[in-house]
């Protein structure tokens, strides 16, 4: 390297073709990668490392593992016509034998494995008929039957991920030099060392050495399980770089100018007087913390959480109302155009009465129609208008836009509420923002997750809920099911049949409930059947919904589009198929459509037996509590963050490195040492995003 001219001044301006070796093809494979510069390559982290630093005898391999061992031939032979293999059985001096195999040789091989002869492999054991076997290990011929002392280093070699085309010889020899770049420029420290030496975390060059190149007697299944402080540290280098950018999204924020949403009471007060309920001290205290904000000149970003059924929309609905009685536009967005629909109609319920007819946009509204609904939204006629994220099309122009509410937030992702952010402008500036979510969110990963965002949590149901009963029946006990809902139909209740399918497969999703559906129906002659899934038309998923809300459908049968939002009081009933295949905070959405009336709701979850213990755990968790946080906590445990929060979330936060379950106790600290930079060091903000979150785009910027 030393015959090249370099002049980057640091590993992240030295682009990889500057390594020996690196010409345009190999460029290319590594670009695959993200790979563009020495410190992107020293950033792409072993997978694994492969322990060749002991010797093992025989007695101690075991199938499955990869190992390094030693014995003498005893026997050399080649069987077989078409398929020839060569066997070699060796022998360590005790009764254990080990057997290597290889289909592929030269004649020259099978005259070299002489019996006598000591041969030293590393290789995967597998179990073989009669002793343990290594198929086409790597092995070295020592030609003397003594018993050799170590006779080249003994190492921990790591193994990286890659693509194909690239063999991991090439990344040992990318790496070395690596290596040597990176004593020689060190990548700049941006963590503020009195955030570091308290945790006890090493230094980013230390970091980076150690994973690359880990001394003998490091713990290996620390490093692989990513549980060693050198891992740790990189990991909480890049929580610190999510946390800085999540500080710089809320500034620039602040920053803005919004609104100040205060009103007279004129709406707002004969609003609340005509509520058919008295709303929960939860929600009185939310509504005070989001109309304060409302009052102020900066925009809310306020994300409520609260269980299902816990009543937010009851909350959006006074937040809308106290924008309008300031003169300002709402719009409410919800993730599907059914849950819109409904929106559209519970708000509707409330403030039509108070001289506010909410406007409802939706996909299906084409040509004339929804020419005039635009109109009416850009005219400021429409004071509060519902739909889903088509409202944020460019077409749709607001008019003096002060509020924006999102239903089930979680649905979209990150980079679809800051694009969010930017509508509404004609008002003179940025409008409010106020999220909802359902999916309880425990609190070390809502401040990872959502640090730009202050929370608003309805910690406690409206009374009267009885809490749900929830059983596990075999699908082996499907006909008493069956009698189960035609009872509660004959009493006048609804029920729910939610079928479920593995791989996400919408159509095939689909067939089963219309098959299912086509069953009950022949079953339960006496009960009407309604059925609603993915791929009906909007139109008349909509009939088939309103059917059931008014009672006229008894039975409706439905796929997890049914998951969010959708309030029947009457069903208290609930029938889930397959829910081995649903992640808990799943199960616990859609069993919430249920229990929201006085008398006591049912869930059934029809499983397909056997159960694995896993299955078994997660289903006794969902029988046990119906309490949402509780729920993410175990869910959270038991699959990781990355699964719970990554289902169906297109846009969420993807870390490389940091697992916020597995890191919690650093998120506390991760956000100090951003706090730190931002204040001491703000020019390593843009240095310490590139390096992490520098390809992912959506955040970072607004
Ligand atoms: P979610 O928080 O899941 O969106 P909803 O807003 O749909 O819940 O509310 C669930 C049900 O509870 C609705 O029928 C709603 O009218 C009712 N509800 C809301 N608040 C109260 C309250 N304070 N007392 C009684 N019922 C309420
Ligand atoms: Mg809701």
């Excluded at 001096?93 to 290597?100: K, P, Q, S």
């Excluded at 991991?168 to 004593?183: E, F, G, N, V």
């Excluded at 429409?382 to 008019?399: K, R, S």
């Amino acid at each position: 390297m030393s015959t090249r001219t370099v002049v980057a001044d640091s590993l992240a301006a030295l682009p990889v073709t500057q390594l020996k070796g690196v010409g345009p093809r190999l460029a290319v494979l590594l670009a695959r990668l993200d790979i563009h510069t020495v410190q992107d390559l020293l950033f792409h982290l072993p997978l694994r490392y492969q322990d060749r630093s002991r010797l093992l005898p025989f007695v101690l391999l075991e199938a499955g593992m990869e190992a390094l061992t030693e014995g003498v031939v005893v026997e050399t032979k080649v069987t077989g016509d078409q398929r020839r293999t060569l066997k070699v059985a060796l022998s360590d001096g005790t009764r254990h034998n080990l057997l290597l195999r290889f289909f592929h040789f030269s004649s020259q091989q099978v005259a070299m494995f002489r019996t006598g002869v000591r041969v030293r492999c590393y290789g995967e054991v597998r179990q073989g008929y009669h002793t343990l076997e290594m198929i086409h290990p790597e092995y070295h011929l020592q030609h003397s039957a003594l018993p050799t002392a170590t006779d080249h280093a003994p190492q921990l070699i790591p193994i990286y991920p890659s693509t194909e085309g690239l063999q991991q010889p090439t990344w040992h020899s990318l790496m070395d030099q690596a290596l040597a770049w990176l004593a020689r420029l060190p990548p700049a420290e941006y963590l503020p060392a009195e955030i570091l030496t308290p945790l006890a975390l090493p230094s980013l060059v230390e970091a980076l050495h150690y994973l690359h190149r880990p001394p003998l007697g490091t713990s290996l299944s620390d490093l692989t399980e990513r549980r060693h402080p050198v891992f740790l540290r990189l990991a909480f280098e890049e929580l610190t770089a999510h946390q800085v950018s999540l500080r710089q999204l809320r500034l620039t924020q602040r920053a803005q100018l919004a609104p100040p949403l205060r009103g007279d009471g004129s709406l707002c007060q004969p609003l609340r007087a005509a509520l058919p309920f008295q709303l929960t001290a939860a929600q009185e205290r939310v509504l005070t913390e989001i109309s304060a904000d409302l009052q102020q000149e900066r925009p809310m970003q306020r994300l409520l959480q609260g269980d299902v059924g816990a009543g937010k929309t009851v909350v959006a609905a006074l937040a809308a109302a106290q924008a309008i009685e300031a003169g300002y536009q709402v719009a409410l967005m919800a993730p599907t155009e059914l849950l819109s629909e409904q929106h559209h109609r519970s708000l509707g319920a409330w403030l039509t009465p108070q001289g506010i007819a909410p406007l409802w946009l939706a996909g299906r509204h084409k040509g004339k129609e929804r020419a005039q609904l635009l109109e009416a939204i850009a005219s400021g006629a429409a004071q509060l208008i519902v739909g889903t994220h088509a409202l944020f099309q460019d077409a749709v122009i607001f008019h003096r836009l002060g509020l924006v509410i999102i239903d089930e937030q979680h649905r979209f992702g990150v980079a679809q509420r800051l694009k969010l952010r930017s509508k509404g402008g004609s008002a003179g500036g940025a409008p409010h923002q106020l999220m909802m979510t359902a999916t309880p969110i425990p609190r070390s990963l809502a401040m990872t997750m959502y640090a730009d965002l202050d929370l608003s949590v309805i910690d406690a149901l409206p009374p009267g809920r009885t809490p749900i009963v929830t059983v596990a029946v075999s699908d082996e006990r499907r006909d008493e099911v069956i009698e189960r809902v035609r009872h509660a139909c004959q009493q006048g209740r609804q029920a729910y049949w939610v079928c479920t399918l593995i791989d996400e497969s919408e159509v095939l999703e689909c067939q089963a409930a219309e098959e299912t559906a086509q069953q009950l129906r022949a079953a339960l002659p006496e009960v009407t059947v309604g059925l609603v899934h993915g791929r009906m038309k909007g139109s008349e998923r909509d009939t088939v919904m309103a059917e059931f809300t008014s009672g006229a459908v008894s039975l409706l049968v439905a796929t997890t589009v049914i998951e969010v939002g959708v309030d029947v009081p009457n069903a208290s009933l609930m029938i889930i198929e397959n829910p081995e295949r649903l992640g808990l905070s799943q199960l616990h959405q859609l069993r919430g459509r249920v229990g929201r009336g006085a008398v006591v709701s049912h869930c059934v979850l029809l499983y397909h037996a056997p159960l694995s213990a896993l299955t078994y755990e997660r289903l006794s968790i969902i029988r046990a509590t119906t309490d949402g946080f509780e729920i993410a906590e175990r869910d959270l445990a038991l699959r990781g963050a990355g699964e719970v929060l990554g289902t169906r979330q297109a846009g969420a936060i993807q870390f490389r490195l940091a697992d916020p379950l597995r890191d919690q106790q650093f998120v506390a600290p991760a956000q100090q040492a951003a706090d730190l930079i931002l204040m001491r060091h703000p020019e390593y903000a843009a240095p310490l995003l590139a390096r992490w979150l520098g390809q992912h785009e959506g955040y970072g910027q607004v």
